[in-house]
Structure formats: structure tokens, C-alpha cells
């Protein structure tokens, strides 16, 4: 069983900044794929970004965003530069302990989730 708790969420204007964060507990997910999922109002759950080997994301963020991991901390990142409105949505942080080998992740490649953090970005 892991835990995700997600944080770092809030408000900002749009080209502005924010980190949110995503701590695990209860097993250590250092060897594990982790991914940033986001869910909009009225929209599907999509993608975001992915890092196992490597670092995975969405057209729509690339060069904006950044993931990252404190294997440390047992703990990962989502840098969010450049902000736009459109970014705006419930960041959901998941790790899978299968074996992803696509480069845009879908849902049902996660095994457990954590609750979600909202951000806003005003216009």
C-alpha cells in the first residue's frame, strides 16, 4: 500500500510560478514510475508529466514544466513555469510498479493515486 499526499497548490496570476510536491509513504518509490496527472473542470483526466528512466511530457508543457525527484525524500516535483489559464485544474499526482514504456502515459498504467492539489491560474 502507498500513500501520495500532494501539496504546494494555490492561486497564481498567469506567467507566473509554482512547485507542487507529492509525498509517498509506505513504500519507497525511488525504482517506480511516477507521473503528474491534471483534471480541468469538465474535462478528462489527462497527462502531464512522467519521470522513470527518463522524463516524459505533454506537448503543452514541455519547456514550461519540469518533474523531479528527492528519492531522499521519497518525494516528487512538478515545476510550473510560464502559467497559462489553461493550466488551471486538480494536479493529481500516481505511481505505477509496471513497466511503462509509452511516452504519454494513460490512467490505467497508475496502480494508486493521491487526492490532488488545486491550481489556479488567473488571467
Known amino acids: 500500500q502507498v500513500q501520495l499526499v500532494e501539496s504546494g497548490g494555490g492561486l497564481v496570476q498567469a506567467g507566473g510560478s509554482l512547485r507542487v510536491s507529492c509525498a509517498a509513504s509506505g513504500r519507497t518509490i525511488s525504482n517506480y514510475a511516477m507521473g503528474w496527472f491534471r483534471q480541468a473542470p469538465g474535462k478528462e483526466r489527462e497527462f502531464v508529466a512522467g519521470?522513470?528512466?527518463?522524463?516524459f511530457y505533454r506537448d503543452s508543457v514541455k519547456g514550461r514544466f519540469t518533474i523531479s525527484r528527492d528519492n531522499a525524500k521519497n518525494t516528487v516535483y512538478l515545476q510550473m513555469n510560464s502559467l497559462k489559464a489553461d493550466d488551471t485544474a486538480v494536479y493529481y499526482c500516481a505511481v505505477s510498479f509496471r513497466l511503462i514504456t509509452a511516452t504519454l502515459w494513460q490512467s490505467r498504467d497508475m496502480d494508486y493515486w493521491g487526492k490532488g492539489t488545486l491550481v489556479t491560474v488567473s488571467s
Open positions: 519521470i522513470n528512466w527518463g522524463t
